[in-house]
């Protein structure tokens, strides 16, 4: 949560009682003076920064009015009465705050911060899968572009995606784009699952639960029809990180995000939303974890949880989340950039998606 506005000297001392055992003191003087503008500019302006938890702990303890993970943060940009909102997380999120707030000004500090897992799917893509399975309702994932969420029936995040996919009254469901997820969700939910992908001259394949091309008048047999998109951080961490992480440190809890593959949510101990591993972290009455994700998060959870001891895996990095920088949000809020800006029709089409998203699970 963000610090009040006060002079550099006062941010300074503030910063220092709240992070000092995760960040550099010579870092918190760098960007003491930072925060401190950050904070008054954003008073005068009438904006609410809201904070993904991947972001860096001298930014993500500071500046942001509001923290948390997808559903978290676009259920509170759907009921602010701010006139701005700086979204501190990648553009996929910035488009859902505008998709529900279009009168007011949603800004990125940053040019691109995308996602793979957005960029695995196109809404041409989705068209394609529609005309092969006509009448099976589409279910996105909030890592998509409007363009994509424009062409579903219903958004989820990862801590609805399983309630969703049970509420719906439908022998087939298009899941879409996360392989992982929707394997994971497969799997806790008793389905059964079959992926579909695009081949390098874009033609579409769908594939049967061994991996073999189905032919074109051959659609399977499945609950759910997944993608082949992946994210490219959570893909990485392997069953074996986990088997030497156990024998290192008999005890260690580990916990994942179910953007990992299916092996490696087995091996873990927790698997959920960002805001649920820190949940998780804060409720068990266990010291030592594993945090197979982002690696900003493990430090935001010990600026808070001191008397935990978090491993992470740092080599393994979101370049699209540390693209938000205090640097680029002072700018955002000087000059409106990169402001978010969408075609009517284009919103309202994916409005109702977004909108069932946000609705399931309160
Ligand atoms: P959450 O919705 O769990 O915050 O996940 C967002 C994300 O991009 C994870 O990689
Ligand atoms: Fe996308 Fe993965 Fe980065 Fe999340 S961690 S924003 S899913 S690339």
């Not at 529900?100 to 990125?108: A, E, I, M």
């Not at 491993?311 to 955002?332: G, K, Q, W, Y």
Request: net charge negative; glycine share 6%.
């Amino acid at each position: 949560m963000a610090i009040e506005a006060v002079g550099t000297a006062e941010t300074l001392s503030k910063m220092r009682a709240l992070l000092s055992h995760v960040v550099p003191d010579a870092e918190l003087q760098i960007k003491a003076e930072l925060v401190a503008e950050i904070n008054a500019l954003k008073k005068e302006r009438n904006a609410l920064i809201l904070g993904h938890n991947y972001m860096e702990p001298a930014l993500f303890h500071t500046v942001p009015d509001l923290v948390g993970d997808s559903l978290g943060l676009a259920r509170e940009a759907a009921r602010t009465h701010y006139d701005t909102i700086i979204f501190c997380g990648v553009r996929f999120m910035a488009e859902t705050a505008k998709i529900l707030s279009p009168d007011k000004t949603v800004l990125l500090p940053a040019k691109e911060a995308g996602c793979s897992l957005a960029a695995s799917i196109t809404a041409d893509d989705v068209r394609a899968l529609k005309e092969r399975f006509p009448g099976v309702p589409v279910v996105v994932y909030v890592n998509t572009y409007a363009e994509v969420k424009a062409e579903a029936d219903y958004c989820c995040t990862s801590s609805n995606a399983v309630e969703i996919i049970q509420s719906l009254k439908s022998d087939r469901v298009l899941f879409l784009p996360d392989e992982y997820l929707a394997k994971n969700v497969a799997e806790e939910t008793g389905k059964t699952i079959i992926v579909a992908g695009k081949e390098d001259s874009g033609a579409l394949t769908v594939k049967d639960a061994g991996g073999a091309p189905l032919p074109a008048h051959d659609n399977g047999e499945s609950d759910l029809i997944g993608w082949h998109g992946r994210c490219e951080v959570h893909e990485q961490f392997t069953v074996e990180d986990i088997t030497n992480a156990r024998a290192q440190f008999p005890g260690i809890e580990v916990i994942t995000h179910p953007e990992s593959s299916p092996e490696v949510v087995a091996a873990a101990d927790y698997s959920g939303s960002t805001t649920r591993m820190v949940q998780y972290v804060k409720d068990s009455p266990k010291k030592h974890f594993l945090i197979l994700t982002e690696c900003s998060m493990g430090d935001n959870i010990i600026a808070e949880n001191p008397e935990k001891e978090i491993a992470r895996i740092c080599s393994v990095r979101c370049p699209h989340m540390n693209e938000i920088t205090l640097e680029d949000l002072l700018l955002s809020l000087r000059e409106n950039v990169t402001e978010i800006e969408l075609e009517e029709s284009l919103r309202k089409r994916a409005l109702t998606s977004v909108e069932r998203m946000i609705a399931v699970g309160r």
